[in-house]
């Protein structure tokens, strides 16, 4: 079992920048590949962006491409989220997570995913 643990949501106006942390409690399976996905209310929750733990290729969903960098820490199996000129409709809860065996096409539903964090609220204001 892996316990995730989100960090760094909050208040931030149009325009603005915001990073977002999640620290996993162990290490990952080197074949891993963990992701941020995001829910607004009422809505399903959508895959953002990904990264896989060995080599570190990243993936996003194009409304933020140029505009949210994922990136990691081995040493502290964490995982972050820069998210720069944000916008409003990137009102969301947050979640981190992780898929354990990865797979050759990176996978985007979130029924594909085996462990997620609690999630953390990021709120921008027009």
């Known amino acids: 079992q892996v316990q995730l643990v989100e960090s760094g949501g909050g208040l931030v106006q149009s325009g603005g920048s915001l990073r977002l942390a999640c620290a996993a409690s162990?290490?990952?399976?080197?074949?891993?590949?963990m992701a941020w996905f995001h829910q607004a209310p009422g809505k399903e929750r959508e895959f953002v962006a990904a990264?896989?733990?060995?080599?570190?290729?990243?993936y996003y969903e194009d409304s933020v491409k140029g505009r949210f960098t994922i990136s990691r820490d081995t040493a502290k199996n964490s995982i972050f989220l820069q998210m720069n000129t944000v916008k409003p409709e990137d009102t969301a809860v947050y979640y981190c997570?992780?898929?354990?065996?990865?797979?050759?096409?990176?996978?985007?539903?979130?029924?594909?995913?085996?462990?997620w964090g609690q999630g953390t609220q990021v709120t921008v204001s027009s």
């Open positions: 997570a992780v898929d354990r065996f990865g797979a050759i096409q990176i996978r985007t539903r979130p029924r594909d995913y085996d462990y």
């Open positions: 162990r290490p990952t399976f080197s074949s891993s590949v």
């Open positions: 990264i896989r733990w060995n080599g570190g290729t990243t």
